[in-house]
């Protein structure tokens, strides 16, 4: 089954203790569906300026995501500036120009409206809820957001969190959003607007997933050498959600598997800037480290 997915196709500059990227490929809904589209079809609603490159749109065209709903505007796209500290888990804004999406309407093409897997990844909350209504029957919807939109919309992102199935969300956001610190507790307040399922990321502490009555929590892989935590998010949600599709499997165990595929494809993605890690990533090497996975978090029973 195929994915249609909302987010940001972005110009990131981004600093961390081991180099620096100027103007580099970013974008929620480019790390989302790069991510996604080694599991499924994936669909993409976006906006870029004038500025944007075709060598950028002929890499997505390389991943076999269809670009049809990538909306090419007068004016810039939309420009992240960020930096990591030496921890690397928390990124800090330094500047966000909305250029293009301050304009933006999607209209979804008339193929993506049929679509049973939905994402709103990380953009203006009412652009989340635009195209939420434009899906006629999705049978899954997920949704990310960030501190940017928690604090500058937070009416409009609550509607939307009403409206998901899944709730994939930052550990710091879960807590500014709720004003609860600690983590099962805001989850459960997530859960309580309506929403089946809260994923919360942990960055180098993995993922924590959330029902009305069962947690799962995941590691993230540890990896000796981490360049760029940027997109780590997206590309989490990519896997997480390109299985699900890939399977159509939406128990308990197929919900755990998502999660250990989300969690592997982050874990590439860090290992370079930008999106230079995925460019040449191989399926097999998703598989092997998703068996490597197992063996990390593999333990007995009791046995006496
Ligand atoms: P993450 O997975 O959280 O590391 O997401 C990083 C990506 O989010 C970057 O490539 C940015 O271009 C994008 N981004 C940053 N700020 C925003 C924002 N306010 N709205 C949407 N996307 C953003």
Redesign the pocket.
Known sequence: MSIVVV??V???T?ETPFGRGENVL???A??FSTSASFFTDVSLVAVVGEDFPEEHVTFLHSRTIDTTGLQRSPGKT???S?RYGFDLNE?Q?LD?Q?NV?MDFRPNLPESYRDAEYLFL????PDLQMNVLEQVRKPKLVAC?T?N??ISSKPDALRKVLQKVDIVVI?EGEARQFTGESNLVKAARQIISLGCKRVVV?RGEYGVLMFTADTIFAAPAYPLEEVFD?????????GGFMGYLANTGDLSEEGFRQAIIYGSVMASFNVEDFSLNRMKCLEYSEIQTRYRSFKGLTHFEDITY
């Open positions: 987010g940001t972005a110009f990131d981004v970013g974008g929620s480019t790390y939309f420009h992240w960020g990124a804004t966000t909305l999406l990844a990380n953009i203006d990310d960030m940017f939109w930052n990321k935590p940027t997109g780590a998010g997206d590309t989490f949600a």
